[in-house]
């Protein structure tokens, strides 16, 4: 194919002489330089070799037989050919390899071992040292047998609701995918095992328990299918499918894909702190954990959309005086959500005030008698803390000590809350009971204590000096002075009374235009 030097030399002056002329560029006599073994200026190289030919290609399995028509310079054949196989896209170009290595000499060569997928050659002749033309300018796709997992997509994670459409129509709930075989050859099945990479076990049947490769013929060779649905994965994770197309000639072409699939939603997320369900501040914060690892958690507040985001979420300059509600969810890498976790909480800036006192008749005795079941009831303008009116109560029924003083010279009977141990209560204060005519002398009666709601629900006991019990015939009005300023009822965010003694709060009177006759 090729001339050796001298004769080609001769050959080239001889076509320059015929020529009339000395063939060159910018002046210079392109044979002195095809001739000597200086390397030429790029000008002179770039105007003079010519561009390679596309060539053909012919596969048998994983080999690619290549052949093109010749390169001439000067009306003489290039020394060789350098061959290039890019991916389908014209990307990552490489050195053919094989029989195609290096500078080829013939008009033909076999590269073998050739991956599975679809190349383009690139072809460029050489002559020498120093000439290399361009690359043919059309790059034919050359496939090589070859197979592709179309669903799922590699390294993306999967819950129910983007797994079940699998593969489309006809195909829900399926592992789907292409396979392309040589030329003059067809694909004469697909398998497919999926491994679960946490337990390292092997679809079979409904589960994975095997601890080998289980294969499975898929539906389909060109175009193959294979229904798994998402209830036989049982766990979140990590998942490999292996694919292995098989042609007419026995030969295999295979390929793997990871990606995870989260069957179920994901645990509710755990509130571990958040506000009080009363506070008067207008800033809350929680803080919540999930139970698994990879999951992410979405927050909303009082009824917004949700949105990304971390323990500790914080919340600034809330509406004060109103509810609010927070509410929070995970969310695995497959889109999956749980219930949300939920907690309301009221934001209370305003003071509680005391409002009204009232007695009852509740024994069915006399009026204006102090009798066993008779109540004193306190009313609040809001519910009101237990813990403030005794340390550490929570506002169930409990027993006390209800003292009246007798009144001094017709002043009013007192009234006065204690603990059964004789302590004072005193953020309840003290009760003027009208006309000073209810006890001879002073008096301790045994009693219950309540709190319902706004409502302080005294009821009373017998008497332990019955003798000094007297009826009160007379109406009036009571007058109930709370407890001061060193010792203050607060509602549930912790506000302090609103009007505490010596500011007084007088019974007003239900149903009727003029004062009762008290219990």
């Avoid at 014209?90 to 590269?111: F, I, K, M, W, Y």
């Avoid at 890498?333 to 009852?360: F, L």
């Amino acid at each position: 194919m090729s001339l050796s030097r001298s004769r080609y030399v001769t050959a080239l002056s001889a076509t320059a002489l015929i020529a009339g002329s000395a063939i060159g560029v910018g002046g210079v006599a392109l044979a002195s330089y095809v001739t000597s073994d200086e390397a030429p200026p790029n000008a002179v190289r770039a105007a003079s070799m010519p561009q390679g030919n596309d060539p053909t290609a012919v596969v048998s399995g994983a080999s690619v037989t290549l052949t093109w028509d010749e390169n001439q310079l000067l009306d003489q054949s290039v020394t060789g050919y350098l061959l290039t196989r890019y991916q389908a896209d014209g990307t990552d170009p490489r050195p053919a390899g094989g029989g195609c290595a290096s500078v080829v000499q013939a008009l033909t060569c076999t590269e073998t071992d050739v991956p599975d997928g679809t190349w383009l050659y690139g072809l460029r002749p050489v002559r020498g040292m120093h000439w290399t033309g361009a690359e043919n300018p059309h790059r034919l796709p050359v496939t090589v047998s070859t197979i592709g997992v179309t669903f799922p997509v590699a390294n993306r994670s999967y819950g129910p609701s983007d797994y079940g459409p699998g593969c489309g129509v006809g195909y829900p709930q399926s592992l789907c995918g292409t396979a392309t075989a040589s030329p003059g050859r067809s694909i004469d099945n697909v398998e497919v095992s999926v491994r679960q990479v946490a337990t390292d076990k092997y679809y079979s049947t409904g589960a994975f328990t095997s601890g080998t490769e289980r294969r499975h013929r898929a539906s389909g060779t060109a175009d193959w299918h294979f229904a798994l649905p998402t209830t036989e994965y049982g766990v979140a994770g990590q998942y490999v499918i292996h694919a292995v197309a098989t042609d007419d000639a026995g030969r295999t072409s295979e390929t793997s894909v990871t990606f995870s699939v989260y069957p179920q939603n994901p645990a509710a997320p755990a509130l571990t702190s958040g506000p009080p369900a009363y506070t008067k501040q207008a800033d809350a914060t929680f803080a919540f954990t999930t139970s698994e690892a990879d999951s992410t958690t979405l927050c909303s507040l009082d009824g917004a959309a949700y949105a990304r985001c971390t323990s500790p979420a914080s919340f600034d300059n809330l509406t004060a005086d109103t509810s609010h509600t927070f509410r929070v969810v995970a969310e695995d890498p497959g889109g999956n959500t749980s219930i949300a976790t939920e907690a309301g909480w009221t934001i209370d800036t305003a003071a509680p005030q005391a409002a009204d006192i009232q007695a009852r008749n509740d024994s069915g005795g006399a009026p204006g008698t102090l009798e066993t079941s008779d109540t004193l009831t306190l009313d609040f303008s809001e519910p009101i803390a237990p813990a403030s009116i005794l340390a550490g109560w929570d506002g169930d029924a409990r027993s006390i000590a209800v003292r009246i003083e007798d009144g001094v010279a017709g002043a009013p009977d007192t009234l006065s809350l204690q603990t059964d141990g004789s302590a004072p209560l005193a953020a309840l204060g003290s009760v003027a009971l009208p006309n000073g005519s209810y006890v001879t002398a002073s008096i301790v009666l045994p009693g219950t204590l309540k709190v319902a709601g706004s409502r302080v629900i005294v009821t009373f006991g017998t008497p332990t000096n019955s003798a000094a019990v007297q009826t009160a015939a007379e109406p009036g009005a009571m007058v109930w002075t709370p407890g001061d300023s060193t010792a203050r009822v607060t509602d549930r965010a912790g506000n302090p009374l609103g009007n505490p003694g010596p500011a007084t709060v007088t019974e007003t009177t239900p149903g009727t235009t003029s004062p009762d006759v008290e219990f």
